[in-house]
């Protein structure tokens, strides 16, 4: 809001310009809508305004016009995105809004690196980050221990590419116009598709009714506590990957969303090919019997809410690493992510429990360490970022996987649902379907490797069918039904 104020006040301020306009000097564009309607207030006759989506128009400007943006409301970049035509103007913001991905790209190939890296996982670690920020006694967006403390994070996370030696790993400060703390992006650049990001984040401020104490070790020392546990592990296994990968820790989320929201509107002006996004708000409170809640709203993405169920199927069901998860939601943009989904990219949220049962002393002064006393929780959503890191930010192509390992080919047909299970030890022990809100909606048990079951009850929609074998391990393949 003050920052609509200050942009008005120069604009009026730059209000003499004459209604005359030279034929030649005149691009199409787009431009953030306020832009676009400051200008029009400026001068009605300098700027056509064809088209806006949500909060981006397609303009047909004129030079002298346009030129006030760059001098007088944006700092960053001139203010507006040049386009050759009307029709590029108009179709830019109509098509970037809807992302280029959906569930059906997203694969699990990386089995043996994805489990050397969930076994490097160290819930010590993460109490040190927790304690770390926690000690700041508070990060309030506007008081100096803020900035401290995205310094520090950028400190640790420098400590940890050093470390490894890397040099392709690169760390910007990112200042903001609606807050005086600045966030933090560390970029672990891609080797083949550099131009596509795979990214996680988490805020770093917190909040409570005394500016001056307000320790947020769940909330959210906790997201960063897990985040940095990630980058540790991938950079400490010499990870390279295919797309660019970014981890992002924000300024001021307490009080608006502030630094995800310029940040994603920044990308989402330049074009940039976000493929998914997973936002670690609060990972530290056990408040549901199941391990991990997948908020399911309309700020978040069923495309890629079933890819971390089938992720947590695959990599979790059994073993060393087995939890267990359940879905919630929030039912507002509670947090980061959906300033990310807001701009058309896929977003998901995996929340430490449901809804109702989260964390009480959050924006208190008593949410402290103690409450949990151990890193435990955090662990677990350290290993699905980095399931998720592995498997997303691979090649874009199919990658093969090897051929031993057993394999499910499904196909829905006449409503049923065809399944072959390749290379299982023994029978399927159990076929559980699961929908995007992590609903188990049909099971079955004792099934020969290969057959087929009705599935005439299943509405319309996405579903991964979870065959396991004796031991529990799961093979998942998702499926859609029209
Ligand atoms: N971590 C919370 C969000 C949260 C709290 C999610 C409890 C699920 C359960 C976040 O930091 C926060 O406080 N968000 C604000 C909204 C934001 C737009 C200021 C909230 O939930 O009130
Ligand atoms: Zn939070």
């Known amino acids: 809001m003050k920052k609509t104020i200050f942009t008005l006040s120069f604009i009026l301020f730059f209000g003499f310009l004459s209604a005359q306009h030279d034929e030649n000097k005149w691009f ?35 030079e002298e016009l346009a030129h006030h943006l760059h001098h007088n409301i944006l700092t960053h970049g001139p203010g507006f995105l040049l386009r050759k035509s009307e029709e590029d103007a108009v179709s830019f913001i109509q098509k970037s809004f809807e992302s280029r991905f959906n569930v059906m790209d997203f694969t699990i190939t990386e089995d043996a690196f994805v489990e ?28 100096p221990e803020a900035v401290q403390a995205i ?24 200042e903001h116009f609606g807050s005086p703390m600045p966030s933090l992006i560390m970029t672990i650049n891609g080797v083949d598709n550099p131009d ?24 959210n020392a906790s997201g960063i506590g897990t985040i940095t546990e990630v980058i540790r592990v991938l950079l400490e296994t010499g990870y390279r990957p295919q797309k660019t990968v ?16 310029e940040i994603a509107q920044t990308y989402f002006d330049e074009g940039k090919n976000v493929v ?9 409170y056990k408040g549901s019997t199941q391990d991990i809640a997948i908020i399911e709203d309309d700020h978040t993405s069923d495309d890629l809410n079933i890819f971390l ?38 977003a998901s949220f995996p929340f430490e429990a449901r809804f109702n049962q989260s964390n009480p002393e959050i924006h208190t ?52 649902l065809l399944y072959e299970i390749n290379n299982m030890n023994g029978k399927i022990k159990s076929l559980n379907i699961v929908d995007t809100s992590a609903r188990n909606v049909l099971s079955k048990s004792d099934l020969e490797t290969k057959g087929k079951i009705s599935i005439a009850s299943l509405p319309a929609g996405v579903y991964v069918a979870v065959f396991k074998d004796a031991n529990g391990k799961s093979i998942v393949k998702k499926f859609l039904v029209k």
């Open 276 to 284: 998914a996004y997973v936002q670690f708000d609060m990972t530290n």
């Open 116 to 143: 050397q890296c969930i076994d490097l996982v160290n819930a010590q670690n993460i109490e040190e980050t927790i304690l770390m920020l926690q000690a700041f006694g508070t990060r309030y967006h506007e008081r």
């Open 309 to 346: 169920i089938e992720l947590l199927e695959h990599y979790n069901s059994t073993g060393a690493h087995a939890l267990t998860y359940t879905s919630s939601a929030c039912n507002y943009a509670c947090s980061d992510h959906a300033s990310w989904e807001a701009r058309g990219y896929l």
């Open 28 to 62: 199409y564009a787009n431009m953030h809508v306020e832009s676009a309607q400051a200008l029009k207030n400026l001068d009605p006759d300098g700027i056509q305004i064809l088209a806006t989506h949500t909060n981006q128009s397609a303009v047909y400007v004129n």
């Open 196 to 219: 596509e990001y795979v990214i996680i984040g988490g805020h770093a401020d917190s909040i409570t009714w005394s500016a001056s104490n307000a320790p947020g070790a769940d909330d």
């Open 365 to 416: 002064t008593g949410d402290v360490y103690s409450v949990s006393g151990n890193s435990n929780h955090a662990a677990k959503f350290s290993k699905l970022g980095l399931e998720f890191i592995i498997e997303v930010a691979k090649r874009s192509t199919l990658s093969t996987s090897e051929v031993d390992k057993p394999t499910a080919n499904v196909v829905v047909n006449n409503k049923e």
């Open 151 to 174: 310094n520090a994070i950028k400190a640790k996370w420098e400590a940890l590419a050093a470390a490894a030696g890397r040099t392709d790993v690169s760390f910007e400060i990112v």
């Open 246 to 261: 970014q981890f992002m820790a924000y300024a001021a989320e307490e009080i608006g969303l502030v630094g995800s929201d």
